[in-house]
């Protein structure tokens, strides 16, 4: 009789180990669940931050090139305007030489 009784609250004590585990097991999935919606949420910010800086990349490549063009068009002009600026210099000698000819014509006259 004392075997059967002995049986009985053994039996009893794994069951409630068994309640007590599952509970604990319960317990650790949805901590580990929240922590995997925590991680979840995380990892999107983390995709909608680095969109975000491909295109502040992408916008300052187009404003590098910008940048780029802007100096080879005023390193052009640069270069335009030292031509002509030679060009004026050249003419106004030329002037100043003709006139000086002509004022050697008139007094002469």
Known sequence: MN????????????????????AD??????EARKHNEQLAKRVKELREENNLLDKMNEERKDVKGL????????NA?????????????SAHHWGVRALIKVDKVFIDL
Do not use: D
């Not at 059967?4 to 039996?11: A, E, H, V, W």
């Not at 002009?77 to 210099?89: Q, R």
């Open 3 to 22: 075997e059967i009784i002995s049986k009985f609250l053994g039996r009893e004590e794994k069951y409630s180990e068994l309640l007590i585990s599952i």
């Open 77 to 89: 002009k640069i270069a335009a305007h030292k031509k002509s600026s030679l060009i004026l210099e």
């Open 67 to 74: 940048n780029i063009e802007a100096k080879r068009e005023l």
């Open 25 to 30: 097991s319960e317990r650790k999935n949805n």
